[in-house]
């Protein structure tokens, strides 16, 4: 079964090849270099969008455990 695979394969691939149209050299739009503190910048408010609330958990872990009016 592997042999047939492979030899299907070969006689495919390269009939398949001569109808590939290379697009790789458009580019779409201006391309404008993003300077080094605009990613820092970006990638700290990013950091702290995600690790916020969990540090937020931490530091509140006793209100989640035992919050006030709940009889236990």
């Keep these: 079964m592997s042999g047939l695979v492979r030899h299907s394969l070969n006689r495919i691939v390269p009939v398949m090849r ?8 458009v580019i779409s739009g201006p391309r404008n270099p993003v300077p080094f ?13 995600i690790v916020a609330p969990m540090f937020w958990i931490m530091a509140n872990i006793k209100h989640y455990k035992n919050p006030e009016g709940v009889s236990s």
């Design 18 to 25: 001569s109808n590939v149209v290379q697009k790789a050299s």
């Design 37 to 49: 503190t605009t990613k820092l910048a970006v990638g700290g408010v990013m950091c702290f969008t």
